[in-house]
């Protein structure tokens, strides 16, 4: 009817059109098809054409992307790195990779703790993409190659840079494949544990099934340490632990208390502390021990005093659960430590069991190696967010152009991305060179031992710190674009500051250090015999050496509150030690290191990106392009 009126009311209209004024030129109805109004709608509804926008990044190889990466792996790596390193950067560069990340954090887990019958299950709902990301990351053995290659030189070294690339794409669910990487040394230390568990938490097929562990093809291991009361100090822990027998591989005993973050709830077994009464001799009545938490107990049945109290809503790691946990004392839960490990979440345990792991007291000793391979893994994923978010501002500056040029071109972006290159570099020699010490660390030899345990604790505290600014300045680089959700850069940006406060906020770490200081006088020795291998090749850098050496002396006099008032302005200053020995001895790019020297060690520390001053137009573009993830750096 409509249809009919308006074609009536528009003849009625024909000979007035027809006599309308001279110059318009008016086409009879008669002549008007329906094509025609189709194409004039379509040509109305153009308001423009979409060009001089920047291709979305992906389909490259992320290895290959990163150039610096590649000359620490050619240095330290082992024989196979070329093929494992390039097959995992062209599976994190692919289409579905960056898709699945994507999903993962857009459909976040979820907490059911009932079924539809009203059994409790206490579980975490997951996304099938979070599972193909874990099962890609098992594949191509994030957690495990170190511990399957284990004796062969540069395996240490291949596995950090799995890791440092995965961050890049995907961090989330990075949480329980560092938990299960860095779980080994101390699964090691109880013979009957580790013959059952070390099988599943190295191979390489992701199994999430709900199983006993012996069943199962693979398995996960997470973490469930800190409490309400006490954070970082674990010491104020007040989670009990009562024996049970010693039946079932490590001593049993039945867990009572809570757990203030527990990640990645739906692992399957947990570490965790709690207080033991005196059974064994020598033992501190009320000290801390170590004990493994299965998910689901070698019987079959569910570990259930383990009761998953709420998730955290966190401001990143959106993909991996955190939770909160309870344990009831009575028959013990393996399901507060499922909580503990990849999602954070707080929870109680009720009674839930668990396997001691070593002597009784000895918590703190069994668990730290733990935490220092976590600590290496924070710098790693912090390094790894830093490229990532480089990568993309440089593809960005690569491929759009204002006022005539490419912005990568124009020398006000050139100094902020060549600066962005000196700091990411920079970052990426000092965390391989601290996995490298890992390897040294192997022979047992005093002097590297010491290296090691002091400067994975700098790293991770001074990489960490430099991962947020880094991440802000990348998103700049890329206008509105990189502020809106569809792109990768607010992902990034919200997971910049977590790994400055996992495992060990900065003052912690910043303490720690200082602690192995006061300790043993060797791990300032093992920093100076790095710094000093390279004096001689700059002078600013050996007069800055001379300084903080000084410094050191000074701060010591002062006493330990002037020592700790002081602790954060003299571990920045041993790091960027570090970073110039590694980039002086180390780097092949001689212009990315005269750059880095100028903006961090000759002058003042720059305050922002881009305001070095060194070197030419052409060097800067230089230093701009080694950070452009496609061929097109030429």
């Known amino acids: ?7 009536e009311m528009l003849k009625s209209l024909a000979p007035r059109l027809r006599s309308s004024p001279s110059g318009v030129r008016v086409r009879s109805l008669s002549s008007v098809s329906g094509q ?30 990163d150039l610096t990466l590649q000359d620490c792996c050619k240095l330290w790596a082992d024989s196979n790195f070329q093929t494992v390193l390039g097959n995992w950067g062209s599976v994190l560069g692919s289409a579905q990779m960056q898709s699945a990340a994507f999903q993962a954090n857009r459909f976040t887990p979820e907490f059911k703790p009932f079924d539809s019958r009203g059994n409790r299950v206490d579980e975490v709902e997951y996304h099938p993409a979070y599972h193909y990301l874990i099962a890609q990351g098992i594949k191509h053995r994030v957690p495990s190659y170190a511990w399957a290659n284990q004796g062969k030189q540069g395996a240490f070294v291949t596995r950090a840079a799995l890791q440092t690339m995965y961050n890049g794409v995907e961090p989330g669910v990075n949480c329980p494949l560092t938990m299960t990487f860095a779980c080994v040394p101390t699964l090691k230390k109880q013979d009957s544990i580790a013959e059952s568990w070390l099988p599943k938490v190295t191979s390489d097929v ?18 469930s340490m800190t409490e309400k009361q006490g954070g970082s100090d674990v010491r104020a822990n007040t989670t009990v632990a009562t024996p049970i027998n010693s039946t079932q591989g490590g001593e049993l005993y039945s867990l009572k208390g809570h757990k203030w973050f527990t990640s990645a709830p739906m692992c399957d077994g ?8 005196v059974t064994q001799p020598g033992s501190r009545e009320g000290a801390l021990s170590c004990f493994l938490v299965p998910r689901v107990l070698p019987d079959g049945t569910k570990n259930s005093g383990f009761q998953i109290q709420r998730l955290k809503n966190k401001l990143g790691d959106r993909s991996n659960a955190s939770s909160e946990v309870s344990l009831f004392g009575a028959a013990l839960s393996c399901q507060f430590f499922v909580w503990l490990t990849c999602t954070m979440s707080q929870v109680e345990y009720h009674g839930a069991l668990g396997f001691l ?10 668990i730290m190696d733990m935490v220092t391979l976590t600590r290496l893994d924070c710098a790693l994923g912090s390094n790894g967010l830093m490229r990532s978010a480089l990568m993309s501002a440089a593809h960005h500056a690569s491929n759009r152009n204002a006022w005539g040029q490419t912005l990568i071109e124009q020398p006000a972006m050139t100094a902020v991305l060549a600066d962005l290159e000196c700091e990411v570099s920079a970052s990426t020699w000092m965390v391989m060179r601290t996995a490298q010490s890992f390897e040294d660390a192997r022979s047992g030899d005093p002097q590297a031992l010491a290296f090691n345990r002091i400067v994975t604790a700098i790293t991770k505290y001074f990489v960490t710190k430099r991962c947020t600014p880094v991440v802000v300045e990348a998103m700049e680089c890329h206008g509105g674009n990189g502020f809106v959700e569809e792109h990768i850069m607010p992902r990034l940006f919200r997971q910049s500051p977590l790994n ?17 200081m006061r300790k043993d006088d060797a791990t300032v020795g093992a920093v100076f015999q790095e710094v000093d291998s390279v ?17 050191l002396m000074g701060a010591a006099r002062e006493g330990n509150e002037g020592l700790q008032a002081n602790a954060r302005h003299l571990i920045d200053r041993l790091a960027l030690a570090i970073q110039g020995a590694v980039l002086l001895r180390n780097c092949p790019d001689t212009l990315l290191v005269q750059h880095w020297m100028s903006t961090h060690i000759r002058g003042e ?30």
Request: hydrophobic share 40%; aromatic share 10%; net charge negative.
């Open 1 to 7: 009817w409509f249809g009919q009126k308006s074609s």
């Open 36 to 65: 025609d109004i189709t194409d004039h709608a379509q040509a109305s509804n153009r308001t423009h054409e979409v060009f001089n926008q920047v291709p979305v990044l992906e389909g490259f190889n992320f290895f290959e992307a």
């Open 206 to 223: 992701y199994d999430h099934q709900m199983a006993p562990v012996a069943s199962k093809q693979g398995a996960l291991v997470g973490m």
């Open 270 to 277: 947990f570490l965790t502390l709690a207080k033991t009464e």
């Open 357 to 366: 792991i070593g002597s009784e007291g000895k918590g703190v000793a069994n």
């Open 500 to 516: 400055s406060i996992w495992e060990g906020s900065g003052n912690v770490i910043c303490m720690d250090v200082l602690r192995a």
């Open 535 to 551: 004096q001689g090749l700059d002078a600013s850098y050996d007069r800055f050496v001379a300084d903080l050496k000084d410094s």
């Open 605 to 634: 520390f720059a305050t922002h990106f881009g305001t070095g001053t060194g070197g030419s137009q052409s060097d800067r573009l230089h230093l701009a392009r080694r950070a452009v993830p496609l061929k097109v750096r030429e």
